[in-house]
């Protein structure tokens, strides 16, 4: 079966271009995950969608960050207006049933690495 | 904001030797997950353990919890040149820092 997929893996903009990352989680995996990974650095959870109730957007660093889920499907993380610091890989992970419950492990994609020049 | 904190930040050692990595969090959790992460891509799972276990283990790992100290550790026994990567703990969706582990051959 196939994992979760991310694309495009590389992406390459210019400072105050808008960039739009795609995440494809597993099939059936209900809760998906969006983080961000800044070079050497650990991950800094962004974004978790839950099914249909409403996602914890608590660790958007500013409002040129948005995700959107639609049911159990693919997500699409949106930075608006892009500035130097947002260069870092973006990692997206879906798990079966919501962490701190069942305890499923997360499933990881490959990241796309944003580099905003 | 993350809830893990690892320590060391990063361990050297040979092969064969044993490798330890600490954990500690601030909040009640239900479970503390391990992941291993190589050259920065995405993560891959190692162990779950949940808030009512003390010790578990997966072939040449062994993870502890202490949840009166709110600290896990990871051991990975009789560590071997691919076991060099970055470690993280995760509790709550929340990941640390990591530890970048080096065997040397």
């Known amino acids: 079966g196939a994992g979760v997929s991310q694309s495009p893996s590389n992406k390459v903009t210019e400072k105050g271009k808008d960039v739009e990352l795609r995440c494809d989680p597993i099939?059936?995996?209900?809760?998906l995950y969006w983080y961000r990974q800044r070079l050497g650095q650990g991950l800094e959870f962004l974004i978790y969608?839950?099914?249909?109730?409403?996602?914890?957007k608590s660790g958007l660093p500013s409002d040129r960050f948005s995700a959107e889920r639609t049911g159990e499907s693919v997500s699409t993380l949106t930075i608006q207006r892009t500035q130097q610091e947002d260069s870092a890989v973006y990692l997206c992970?879906?798990?079966?049933?919501?962490?701190?419950?069942?305890?499923?492990?997360?499933?990881f994609g490959n990241g796309t690495r944003l580099t905003v020049t | 904001s993350q809830q893990g904190e690892e320590d060391p930040q990063a361990l050297s050692i040979q092969e064969g030797e044993n490798a330890t990595m600490n954990c500690s969090y601030k909040?009640?959790?239900?479970?503390l997950q391990w992941y291993r992460q190589n050259s920065g891509r995405g993560l891959v799972h190692l162990i779950l353990?949940?808030?009512?276990?003390r010790e578990k283990h997966s072939g040449r790992l062994r993870v502890t919890l202490d949840t009166s100290k709110k600290s896990s550790s990871l051991l990975i026994t009789a560590s071997r040149a691919a076991d060099t990567a970055s470690y993280f703990c995760?509790?709550?969706?929340?990941f640390g820092a990591g530890t970048r582990l080096t065997v040397k051959p």
């Open positions: 992970a879906s798990s079966f049933s919501p962490d701190g419950q069942g305890g499923s492990p997360l499933h």
């Open positions: 099939s059936g995996h209900t809760a």
């Open positions: 969608f839950q099914g249909n109730s409403a996602p914890d």
């Open positions: 909040t009640s959790i239900n479970n």
């Open positions: 353990i949940r808030s009512n276990e």
């Open positions: 995760a509790t709550d969706r929340r």
